[in-house]
């Protein structure tokens, strides 16, 4: 499962990257260094349902991290074929639908004046600002992004502080080595 999980999050990085590669290398290659709004909203989209992928796959990979140090013996049956492939798979599906909900948001948003953003991507709060009513938007926004940031990052920090807690109560040094190795 490891290894699943990991090949998981190259393939994310390697996504994440020809997301907004394409567009910064073409700027100066063509000089045109805009982006329409479609454009702008599309690469949104994918970058920021890449992020939220991001965070929850680490947290499955600290997930299965903590089984396998903290509970050895319930391991091949909690991290089975068919149950590292419905974390993995969720991952996906909950990182792309959480994002939805952030698009449906920027599709009510009215633009009006200069739309300028001086940055080589499409990112979220210069694109807000452009908007006429950025509050709705701002609450959305931080609303997922306590969803998709901060609950991974809690269940993450929770199960290294059991894996440390595990790994320091082994009373051999190699034992201890090899277990804090894994991670």
């Not at 699943?4 to 994440?16: D, G, I, P, Q, S």
């Not at 907004?20 to 063509?30: D, E, F, Q, S, V």
């Not at 600290?62 to 013996?73: E, F, G, K, T, V």
């Not at 509050?135 to 991974?152: A, D, K």
Request: proline share 5%.
């Amino acid at each position: 499962p490891m290894y699943f999980l990991l090949r998981n999050l190259a393939c994310l990085e390697t996504c994440y990257s020809s997301t907004i590669l394409p567009r910064k290398m073409a700027g100066p290659l063509t000089g045109d260094r805009t982006i329409s709004l479609n454009g702008c909203v599309t690469q949104f989209y994918f970058v920021g349902s890449l992020i939220a992928t991001e965070c929850l796959l680490l947290s499955v990979m600290s997930y299965d991290r903590y089984l396998a140090i903290c509970n050895p013996m319930r391991y091949p049956t909690r991290m089975s074929h068919g149950s590292y492939l419905k974390l993995a798979g969720g991952c996906w599906i909950d990182g792309f639908l959480g994002n939805s909900i952030n698009m449906l948001s920027i599709s009510q948003l009215i633009f009006c004046g200069p739309n300028c953003i001086d940055h080589f991507f499409c990112d979220l709060i210069p694109l807000v600002k452009l908007s006429a009513r950025p509050s709705l938007m701002e609450m959305v926004t931080f609303t997922l992004s306590l969803l998709f940031s901060l609950v991974p990052f809690l269940l993450t920090f929770i199960s290294y502080i059991c894996i440390i807690s595990t790994i320091l109560r082994i009373l051999s040094i190699i034992g201890r080595r090899k277990a804090f190795s894994t991670c």
